[in-house]
Structures are given as C-alpha cells and as structure tokens.
C-alpha cells in the first residue's frame, strides 16, 4: 500500500498552534476502534483517514470493541430463557439499566427504557404525554433550534414553538414568557446543539419549567458524549440518548425518566414482553421498562452502550474538556483566519471556552457545502458532515438553506485531524479544486472514481440511497 502524506500549510500550521496545545491534543485521549484505517486519496496513495464527524457516529472505544467481543459468544434470548446463556444475557441486559441510570444521575425509581436510538426515545415519551378524557393535558413547548428527533414527534401533539433570540438570555426570557401564559405540560430542548456545538443551560431551563408546572425533557445525543449529565443535580425529569454517538456500536438509545407518565402512556411497541396477560380481545398491559419494550430487545446494543458510559465516566474531566477544547479552539481560530470561510453560531453570548462541544459549523464561500465535503475526502482523507444536519428550521435561519460544514471530534482524535482540514480548505481557497466533481443520486463525488475498497464493500461511491433533504 502507497502511503501519501498530506501536509498542513505554513500559513495554517504557525497559526494559533502552540507547543501546549500539542501537549494536551496531540494524540487521542482514548483508544477507538478504527483509529488507524487508511483511506484511499483520488490522486493515489493512502493517507490515515481523519475522522471529524463523530457528531453522526463516533468510532467504538477499543475497550468497548473487546467488551462486545467478549459477551458475543454468550448472546441469546433474554427474560424467559432457562438456559445458561440466556440467563448470563438476561443479567448483562437488565444490569445495563443500573449502569446508565448511575451515569446520568437518575434517581432510583428512574425508568431506564432501551430504544433504538434517541429519536426512538422521544417518539416514545410523545406517546406517554398525560392526557384527561382523551385530551391532552397541556402542550409541548420547543425552540426552534432543535434536532428534528426534538421537534417532529411533538408535531403529532398539541404543542409550541419558540424562535430562540440571538443570545442565551434573550432565549431564556422567551421560554419564561411562553411558560407564563400557561397550559405547557413538557418543555423539550437539546442538550448540546447537533449543528454549532452550543450548549443550552439545562439546570435554568428546568428551573422554568417546574416554575411554571411544566416537566422538562433534554436530547442529550450530542451532550452526554462531551459533558458529564446529572438529572437529580440539573433536576431534569427525562434525558434520552444514543449509543452510536457515545462511542458505543449499533443504534440502541435510551430514555431515563420520571415512572408515572411512562407506566400509563401507549405501549410504544405492542408485542411480546410487553403484557401481563393477552386475550383475543383485549390485553393487560406490563409496567416499567418492558411495556414499552416489545419483541426482542437489542441486548448487545443495550450492553455495549453500558460499557461506554462506565468508560466515559473515568476520564479525567479536566483532561477531557482540555483536549476537546484544544481541538476545537485550534480548528476555530484557523478557519477565521482563511478568507472566505465562515465560522458559525447561534447566541452571541456563548462562552467558547466553557459552554461549547467538540462542533465546530463552517461554511467556504463560492462552494457548495457537499462540494467542500467530497473534495476533502477524496484529496486530503478528511471526513466530515454536510447538509442541514436534521434542523432545517435552524439551518434556515442561520441563512444557509441548503447547508453548511459540520466537523465533529471526540475522545478519539487528535490535533493533526484539524490541521488536515485547515490544509484543505487553505488548498481549496488558494488554488481550487485538484479534481473534477459530479452529482451522482444527488451527493457530490469525484468524476472518473476508479478508487477500490475493501473486498467485503460495494465498491462504489456510496451514494445510492442518499437522503434527500432538498426540499425547503
């Protein structure tokens, strides 16, 4: 295999790189899997493939690798299984729940309901709003900012939406007002944005909210792989979120929260496990975690996001925000610095140092964002998003209707990861692209594509089944 070496620039490699930033950063704060794999460039040779959209899924920590690797062979049915197996599955399963529940803070009557990712989990709990002689109690409230896991299952139900204002205060004086006038049953909001990385203050937001008689539910999918959550602390009454972006394999999710909604809600999935006692007309159903569990759990899934919250749970807290911070102040004062690129953010008021994830949203002008993406893939080894992420309200109002660049990092990456991408998009601006481009099932990649890939995958660009998301 021809290994390339792709180089930052001079200009970008002496811009806001220090020797401590190196210290902290220049290697991942833990191992994952697939940390090393070599992606093949447009132009020849293999360089490491850097990894910036652990926003959509990060790698698997080794450790979790090895941890799926050791249970796998001990995998069956679980609940009803008298066998040996069955019950070794059982035992890890339901330990999962104690496990998850300790990592975000839960308090002991907490629920702890495995779902197939956290869109599952808030599709879920809009199906367990309490409502009186058929109607809803009151309404959910949600800003505008929002993933569309936290905004389209309350579309279903009556409900609210808040344009944010353009700092933190000014949304939290919005949020105040609306819970004023009354009739709010729910307040849903992110933990952390998917889009610029922001962090929300959840403790005052459910401190409004049970002000005003409302619960609060937070999407923490892209908070609780960055920050510590603690529910009782915050006083959150349901958080739910993902295994794939927590650095754990499969798409299991979950969803914590306060029993009395969840044990008189609608099954979310009727099916077996799920009842006390069928009839042919009628059924009894379970409470707790299994009523809304039906069918056949996703045990692997379930054990394996356990494990990557005890992980997480052990990092030094200072050392984890310094590298990520690291990371992301580096990649964020480097893009400034390049004419034409666009650096951006929904509150004016967000302390980068503090109140920030490892997100950063750009935007190269005169390029289409899916463009910038194929060419950085194909001519530097560089992953990262495009498009408008799931929050096309937000991406809208931002004034990028058809999208932006999203690069992502976490515990994995390193600083040489944003150097490469400020390399190639100092390339980019100073002299083109290096390639022709086509749009193949609407998705940008290199013309005349002859790269190859493993013997095991469709050797194609992987762009048949591209989600649309064009439509505004």
């Excluded at 006692?277 to 356990?306: C, F, I, K, Q, Y």
């Excluded at 750009?362 to 993406?373: K, Q, T």
Aim: charged share 20%; hydrophobic share 40%.
């Amino acid at each position: 295999m021809t290994t390339a070496t792709v180089s930052p620039q001079p200009a970008i490699a002496d811009a806001g790189i220090t020797e401590e930033r190196h210290r902290i950063a220049g290697r991942p704060l833990a191992a994952v899997t697939g940390a090393e794999i070599q992606a093949p460039l447009i132009s020849g040779g293999h360089v490491r493939y850097a990894n910036l959209d652990y926003g959509a899924s990060a790698p698997a920590l080794s450790v979790v690798s090895a941890y799926l690797n050791e249970i796998l062979p001990y995998y069956a049915s679980v609940h009803r299984g008298a066998g040996y197996a069955s019950q070794i599955s059982t035992s890890v399963y339901e330990n999962a729940r104690s496990i998850v529940r300790d990592f975000v803070g839960g308090r002991p009557d907490d629920s702890v309901i495995f779902t197939r990712n956290t869109t599952d989990s808030l599709n879920l709990l809009a199906g367990c709003l309490p409502a009186t002689d058929g109607r809803h109690d009151g309404d959910v409230l949600y800003l505008d900012i929002e993933h569309h896991a936290n905004l389209l299952p309350w579309q279903g139900v009556p409900h609210r939406s808040i344009v944010a204002a353009d700092t933190i205060t000014g949304t939290l004086d919005a949020v105040r007002a609306e819970l004023e006038q009354g009739g709010v049953s729910l307040l849903a909001v992110t933990g952390a944005s998917n889009v610029t990385g922001e962090i929300l203050p959840i403790r005052a937001l459910a401190a409004l909210a049970h002000q005003h008689g409302a619960r609060i539910v937070v999407d923490a999918a892209q908070l609780a792989p960055h920050r510590r959550v603690d529910i009782s602390a915050d006083d959150v009454d349901y958080l739910a979120f993902s295994g794939h972006k927590l650095y754990a394999p499969f798409g299991a999710g979950v969803l914590v929260g306060r029993p009395d909604w969840l044990d008189t809600g609608v099954p979310h999935l009727a099916g077996g496990g799920a009842v006390k006692e069928a009839r042919l007309d009628g059924v009894s159903w379970a409470t707790g975690p299994a009523r809304h569990e039906g069918g056949s759990p996703n045990v692997l899934g379930a054990a394996t996001l356990a494990r990557a919250t005890q992980v997480i749970a052990e990092l030094d807290q200072d050392r984890w925000h310094a590298h990520e911070s690291a990371i992301r102040s580096f990649l964020v004062e480097g893009l400034q610095r390049i004419d034409g690129v666009t650096v951006h953010q929904i509150f004016k008021d967000t302390n980068p140092e503090t109140d920030t994830i490892g997100v950063v949203n750009f935007s190269v002008e005169g390029y289409d964002a899916g463009l910038v993406a194929a060419y950085l893939s194909a001519e530097h080894g560089v992953g990262l998003r495009d498009g408008r992420f799931c929050a096309h309200p937000l991406l809208k109002r931002l004034g990028l209707p058809s999208g932006s660049l999203r690069a992502s990092f976490g515990v994995g990456s390193r600083l040489e990861d944003a150097e490469r991408l400020l390399a190639g998009i100092q390339t980019l601006r100073s002299s083109g692209l290096g390639w022709d481009y086509v749009v193949d099932a609407g998705r940008w990649v290199p013309a005349n594509d002859f790269r190859t890939y493993p013997h095991w995958a469709p050797n194609t660009p992987g762009t048949a089944g591209a989600a649309p998301c064009t439509d505004d």
